[in-house]
T-cell receptor
């Protein structure tokens, strides 16, 4: 079965700092990859997704992620974070073999100091 | 975009009672819905797949008789936690697929005393 690991559980940054959140998955076949965000008191929202094609995916609110197949990674990046990016971020993977069900990482809580 | 609602948002119950949580797709139909459980500082764990018109599919280790799922219509799935115990206290989240994307409900915080 596939699994997803996120490297940091808590990240604290100052506004305008660059962000990179690590995500690695374990599965040898074709995967669909996702980043979700959960703002305080709100439900999970999709930031971006990768199914195929260009491994550099751009999402909402200036986020992007790069799929590196050789490293089984799908790291999330943002060049300059804002206070409003304070949230919890989840990486997730799905595969056809597993019925396209989402398997989530443990999440990374990002706090941006203003 | 597609909206998924859950009710209630919070529930506190006594040990031994049953609690029903509703998941609704408000502006689209969903033949399939997913139920997740989230422990503090941990990931969302898929519990089961709710299928309209047929039995739910449970993930390994999830007790079917404990977590009853009924997908009554194309817009409603319910999760009933039967004979709740304090260890069932958790955050329960549902999702429904629409247009190749999963849309999540806001979650239900269950506290069993």
């Amino acid at each position: 079965a596939q699994s997803v690991s996120q490297h940091n559980h808590h990240v604290i940054l100052s506004e305008a700092a660059s962000l990179e959140l690590g995500c690695n998955y374990s599965y040898g076949g074709t995967v669909n990859l996702f980043w979700y965000v959960q703002y305080p008191g709100q439900h999970l929202q999709l930031l971006l997704k990768y199914f195929s094609g260009d491994p550099l995916v751009k999402g909402i609110k200036g986020f992007e992620a790069e799929f590196i197949k050789s490293k089984f990674s799908f790291n999330l990046r943002k060049p300059s974070v804002q206070w409003s990016d304070t949230a919890e971020y989840f990486c997730a993977v799905s595969t056809m073999e597993y019925g396209n069900k989402l398997v989530f990482g443990a999440g990374t809580i990002l706090r941006v100091k203003s | 975009g597609a909206v998924v609602s859950q009710h209630p948002s919070r529930v506190i119950c006594k040990s031994g009672t049953s609690v029903k949580i509703e998941c609704r797709s408000l502006d689209f139909q969903a033949t399939t819905m997913f139920w997740y459980r989230q422990f503090p500082k941990q990931s969302l764990m898929l519990m089961a797949t709710s299928n309209e018109g047929s039995k739910a599919t449970y993930e390994q280790g999830v007790e079917k008789d404990k977590f009853l799922i009924n997908h009554a219509s194309l817009t409603l799935s319910t999760l009933t936690v039967t004979s709740a115990h304090p260890e069932d206290s958790s955050f329960y989240i549902c999702s429904a697929p629409y247009d190749n994307e999963q849309f999540f409900g806001p979650g239900t915080r269950l506290t069993v005393l």
